[in-house]
């Protein structure tokens, strides 16, 4: 893990609620696809973001938001806002969690993404494009409504590459406009796998989704060891 102050580079939306911030940070840091950091807004107030770039990028992408409107996101956005306005840097700790990718396991891989969890399954998906990974690799991103999948038609192009990598968004109020799968995230990954015991299991999202996820995932097969997610400690 590395303390170290970061330029605000970029602020925008991604959606009315969901925020793209691009970090620099002012001296190098090393961290692994599926890490994340805490942003300090003060000494004793740091929140986690998962990073969506990838290791060895120069900037530093985050994703900061949710479907709700809420001081979480919205006290770290106004942080980083007053910070970038001022030209002055914001302090974080980069390089955290150790739900990072096993990019030496062999075996297929399911990443799940429940809103803004998108953020850690974003840089897990690119690194494994980098990598020219041909393993079979299924993204399953869950939002409640559809103009929430902010990087739909980037993951479709992600999936082109490689006819072993499937993108499948799911809407849980879709509107008569959706043609794709709906319901809950995690309800679509257990009706398209009888098993789950064969898979390395990536999980970002609500910690309401993360409890639902572990239990039901185990019960239809998933070795524990197996489900990575940094939102498990937590609950
Ligand atoms: C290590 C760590 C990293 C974090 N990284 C980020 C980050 O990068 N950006 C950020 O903004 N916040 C982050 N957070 C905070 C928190 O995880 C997010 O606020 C949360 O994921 C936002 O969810 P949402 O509102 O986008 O999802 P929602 O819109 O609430 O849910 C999206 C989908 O998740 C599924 N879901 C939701 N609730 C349930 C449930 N009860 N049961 C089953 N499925 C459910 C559904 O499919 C739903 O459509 C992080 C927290 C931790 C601990």
Not at 75 to 98: C, D, F, R, S, T
Not at 170 to 191: E, F, I, K, T, Y
Not at 212 to 217: L, S
Request: charged letters at 15%; hydrophobic letters at 45%.
């Amino acid at each position: 893990m590395t303390i170290t102050s970061c330029t605000v580079d970029l602020i925008e939306a991604l959606t009315p609620t969901v925020n793209r911030i691009l970090l620099t940070p002012q001296q190098p840091v090393s961290y692994a696809s599926g890490q994340y950091l805490q942003l300090c807004l003060s000494d004793s107030d740091k929140r986690p973001f998962s990073i969506a770039s990838m290791p060895g990028d120069k900037q530093i992408e985050l994703h900061i938001g949710g479907a709700v409107a809420d001081q979480y996101a919205s006290q770290a956005i106004a942080h980083l806002m007053q910070q970038y306005q001022l030209k002055q840097p914001v302090k974080a700790e980069v390089g955290l969690g150790n739900a990072h990718f096993r990019a030496d396991s062999t075996k297929p891989v399911i990443l799940l993404a429940g809103g803004t969890g998108f953020s850690y399954i974003y840089s897990i998906a690119q690194s494994i494009a980098a990598a020219a990974l041909d393993r079979p690799v299924f993204v399953y991103w869950g939002v409640r409504e559809q103009n929430a999948l902010y990087h739909a038609s980037v993951m479709q192009q992600w999936a082109a590459q490689n006819a072993k990598y499937r993108f499948i968004p799911v809407v849980q109020h879709p509107d008569d406009n959706w043609h794709g799968r709906s319901g809950m995230v995690h309800q679509a990954v257990l009706d398209d796998f009888v098993s789950l015991e064969a898979y390395d299991i990536y999980v970002a999202g609500p910690f309401a989704m993360a409890g639902v996820v572990r239990d039901a995932f185990i019960e239809q097969g998933a070795h524990r060891e197996q489900l990575f997610g940094d939102a498990f400690a937590y609950i």
